[in-house]
């Protein structure tokens, strides 16, 4: 079964510090990675996808990466701001002739003053 | 606005009551994706469409459940004889084939239901 697996559950960081997000998946064949932020009571939000062969990828201050033999891939936000606070979703997508999706639960992060 | 939009925002309905949801994609989006969400849980896939065609349904979607998307535009989700259970975040999104590989989601704002 395909899984998506994020950690930790949930994060609460001083305003202006650095953070890592980490995302574990089992899908296969896979196709593409996508990290969603998603605010409260809103739909979520792409900030990044990448493909097999990608390594990195920045979104202003979100840079994501993918090891694409391990399975894991990581979010990381820099000089973080009270506006993060959000789910950090991290999806997966199989390859085929349509795409199936599998997404993780989400890291809640809190930036507090 | 030429995002992905559904209405209504949020329906609070009796139980056993039938209560339908509307979803505008991306006007050139051809696929458009629902899913439910609840409290502290990431979205679960409950059907997806390639223009007018159903090409999959989750286990999830019971007998209960109906969506439709009539004309390969705007879609239609059904729940009848709700029960408490049903009580979520109704997500839709919408990606274009093109690119091929990427084909990114754009999700609406959803649908909050709540069954009394």
């Known amino acids: 079964k395909n899984q998506v697996e994020q950690s930790p559950q949930s994060l609460i960081i001083l305003e202006g510090k650095n953070c890592t997000l980490q995302?574990?998946?089992?899908?296969?064949?896979?196709?593409?990675l996508r990290w969603y932020k998603q605010d409260t009571g809103r739909g979520p939000v792409s900030l990044t996808i990448?493909?097999?062969?990608?390594n990195t990828k920045s979104n202003g201050r979100y840079t994501a990466t993918l090891d694409a033999d391990t399975k894991q891939s990581s979010l990381h936000i820099t000089a973080s701001q009270l506006s993060d606070s959000a789910s950090y979703i991290c999806?997966?997508?199989?390859?085929?002739?349509?795409?199936?999706?599998?997404f993780g639960i989400g890291t809640k992060l809190q930036v507090i003053p | 606005d030429t995002g992905v939009s559904q209405n209504p925002r949020h329906k609070i309905t009796k139980r056993g009551q039938n209560v339908t949801f509307r979803c505008d994609p991306i006007?050139?989006?051809?696929?458009l994706y629902w899913y439910r969400q609840t409290l502290g849980q990431g979205p679960e896939f409950l059907t997806y469409?390639?223009?007018?065609?159903?090409?999959?349904k989750s286990r999830l979607l019971s007998d209960r459940f109906s969506a439709e998307r009539p004309k390969g535009s705007f879609s239609t989700l059904e729940i009848q004889r709700t029960e408490q259970g049903d009580s979520a975040m109704y997500l839709c999104?919408?990606?274009?084939?093109?690119?091929?590989?990427?084909?990114?989601?754009?999700f609406g704002p959803g649908t909050r239901l709540t069954v009394l």
């Open positions: 999104a919408s990606s274009s084939i093109r690119p091929a590989r990427t084909d990114t989601q754009y």
């Open positions: 999806v997966v997508s199989e390859s085929g002739g349509y795409q199936k999706v599998t």
């Open positions: 990448m493909t097999f062969s990608e």
């Open positions: 469409f390639q223009n007018e065609a159903q090409l999959e």
């Open positions: 006007s050139e989006h051809n696929r």
């Open positions: 995302c574990n998946y089992t899908v296969s064949p896979f196709s593409n």
